[in-house]
């Protein structure tokens, strides 16, 4: 069986996995198919004053908003926007902290120091403050979201790369390769990053969800998208002033923000039980689901 | 003929937080074509420093290369560039026995990956040509690779491995410790080097797969004339797999004997002490008196001459020159014992 079955059956055998999988999976499939599901799709751009805040109908099945749009509808095409969100960015903030991490690890001198304290000195601020920082300063749009969601999350990247790549330096089998004549380079690269892949795995799964929070809570204070982008976080803030008489219409982007969030998070927590054989979880859990599945 | 490798005077030191540690102080070594050499000595005493500083890989800072010269077949190794270390001394000409054979796989690629990565650099019938970065692009020709193939099945079965097809397809962990020895074994052979370095190759290993696999390393080097540096603290195995013996103590080589020579007559008040201090049949064991002295200050002349019953005040004011007392027996002591059996 190959490595990628195997994986996907021991989640499947750890309920919580599962749900974050399938959650994952639910969003992937929402957002691809969202103009077949949604049953207004123009209402992503239209307005329609005359159906303002309508409750949950047959009609509206999440409700409608203050212009009158399908909540059900938008909040589908605002999956997309959320996928290409956390792809974007926790993939611009793999691609800026591994080799970062990676250059760290093999300067072991003054240049991999200084790596390194410019990486904590991004840590030093809170994430949250310092996107909303570097949105505020470029200006509300999307991209820019984007971008300082990537500056503000690579540091977790190369942390996570360092210190896996300093504990495998001492390794004999690193030591082995080397004194077969590996370039340091190759050692690295080949021999050392692919033992560090599946702590790296569970670090985007984990920061999906985040990236995916923060965007929304940047979006909540009006330095996301603009309208009429159906970006969740903005749909929750502008349902504020409406919360009394409209309880639909925080309830539905609100969830799905939670859904996918958690989705991330628990699929994260999996996958490092899967591939992670040093962060095991505790052995009741484990022996739980051997009772599960019978053996 | 000159000997396959030379070393001479080589100096290292390590830089700590208290100062300088000197942990070799001038060593002397030479292995000749088709020996197998053991270095003897206890824990800390230099051996691995040794070995790493031969193959190039000590870890420079904090390691210092002070002095000396390490030849193999004439070319200096510490003179070298980096590269052609790398391209054409490491793998090659020298190979590597790790200390512990249980973490020296890398555990997420299958065998036959490893060996074949190996083969793709480093085999015999020439290399791959060095493309750009860390050579992820370079080509491995289908005819080279299903010689190499060949040439790493025929190894496997060297070494005793069951079934070398499927191994090939297996990974590191589902294999037993004394058949991962033999895995790294195959492959220190495997490019058809002059010089091996052992280095405590079967520490982790349980009696009797020790011996077993010292035999058959013994066997297949003394087969293809390959020279062996084995490091270890147990005479035990060295008697089992060499034909001469180095003893050193802190950083200094002291005596250098061929085996049977070593063990019935050996000379200098270290050696005796080392042979004495193995267990004997009625239980009893003898220890050698006083502590292993720090190396950051180290005491001067001979550093064995705190502990030394034999010590004049000439051996802490200058290490004693070589003394041959008969060929191949080379002794570094003022007042060495005599040179009878030892009890």
Redesign the interface.
């Known amino acids: 069986m190959s490595g990628f079955a195997r994986i996907l059956r021991k989640i499947a055998e750890d309920r919580v996995a599962l749900i974050g999988l399938v959650l994952i999976v639910l969003l992937v499939l929402v957002a691809l198919f969202a103009p077949l599901l949604a049953t207004h799709p123009e209402d992503v751009w239209e307005i329609h004053p005359e159906l303002r805040l309508l409750p949950p109908s047959a009609e509206h099945l999440f409700g409608t908003d203050r212009m009158g749009g399908d909540i059900y509808s938008r909040i589908l095409f605002g999956a997309r926007l959320t996928i290409v969100i956390g792809v974007v960015a926790v993939g611009a903030s793999l691609l800026i902290g591994v080799p970062i991490g990676l250059l760290a690890a093999f300067y072991a001198n003054w240049f991999g120091d200084l790596l390194m304290r410019i990486s904590d000195v991004f840590l030093a601020v809170p994430q949250v403050i310092l996107a909303i920082a570097i949105a505020q300063t470029l200006g509300p749009s999307l991209p820019n979201v984007i971008l300082a969601l990537s500056l503000t999350y690579w540091p977790w990247f190369t942390r996570l790369v360092y210190a896996e790549t300093k504990r495998l330096q001492n390794e004999v089998f690193i030591e082995a390769t080397e004194a077969l004549g590996a370039s340091p380079w190759r050692l690295i690269v080949l021999h050392i990053l692919p033992n560090i892949s599946s702590a790296i795995i569970v670090r985007i799964s984990l920061g999906m969800g985040f990236t995916i929070l923060t965007a929304a809570a940047l979006g909540f204070l009006g330095l996301g998208a603009q309208p009429p982008v159906p970006e969740w976080g903005r749909m929750v803030a502008e349902s504020r002033e409406f919360l009394p008489m409209a309880w639909w219409y925080a309830l539905a982007p609100g969830l799905a923000i939670f859904l996918v969030v958690m989705g991330f998070n628990l699929l994260g927590d999996g996958l490092r039980d899967v591939l992670d054989p040093r962060l095991r979880k505790s052995p009741g859990r484990r022996a739980a689901a051997a009772v599960r599945r019978g053996s | 003929m000159p000997p396959l490798l030379s070393v001479a005077g080589l100096r290292v030191g390590f830089d700590t937080d208290a100062g300088r540690a000197q942990v070799l102080d001038g060593v002397n070594l030479e292995i000749g074509r088709g020996e197998v050499v053991g270095l003897v000595g206890e824990s800390g005493c230099g051996k691995t420093t040794l070995a790493r500083s031969i193959?190039g890989?000590l870890p420079r800072p904090p390691a210092v290369i002070e002095s000396g010269r390490i030849d193999l077949d004439g070319t200096d190794l510490l003179t070298l560039p980096a590269?052609a270390m790398?391209?054409a001394?490491?793998?090659?000409r020298i190979?590597?026995i790790?200390?512990?054979p249980l973490?020296?796989?890398?555990?997420?690629?299958r065998v036959g990956t490893q060996i074949m990565?190996?083969m793709k650099?480093?085999s015999p019938d020439g290399k791959a040509r060095r493309g750009r970065?860390?050579?992820?692009f370079t080509p491995y020709p289908h005819k080279r690779r299903r010689a190499d193939r060949a040439r790493v099945l025929e190894a496997l079965r060297a070494v005793q491995i069951p079934d070398p097809e499927a191994a090939l397809r297996k990974y590191p962990h589902q294999f037993s410790g004394g058949q991962r020895q033999r895995l790294?074994i195959a492959?220190a052979l495997l490019t058809e080097p002059r010089l091996i370095?052992a280095d405590e190759p079967t520490t982790a290993l349980d009696v009797t797969i020790q011996a077993q696999i010292l035999a058959l390393l013994r066997r297949l080097v003394k087969e293809r004339g390959i020279s062996v540096l084995f490091t270890t603290h147990d005479l035990g195995t060295a008697y089992e797999l060499c034909d001469r013996i180095v003893v050193m103590y802190a950083g200094q080589e002291v005596e250098s004997a061929p085996i049977d020579r070593f063990f019935a007559h050996p000379a200098h008040p270290y050696t005796r002490r080392l042979l004495e201090s193995l267990p004997r049949p009625d239980g009893s064991v003898r220890e050698i008196p006083g502590e292993i002295p720090g190396l950051v200050h180290p005491p001067g002349g001979c550093r064995f001459h705190p502990r030394c019953p034999n010590a004049g005040s000439e051996c802490g004011e200058h290490r004693p020159p070589v003394d041959m007392p008969e060929a191949g027996h080379a002794l570094r002591c003022y007042h060495p014992d005599p040179m009878e059996p030892p009890r």
């Open positions: 193959l890989i590269r790398n391209d001394i490491r793998g090659r190979t590597y790790p200390q512990d973490g020296s796989l890398n555990p997420v690629f990565e190996l650099w480093k970065w860390p050579g992820l790294v492959m370095i």
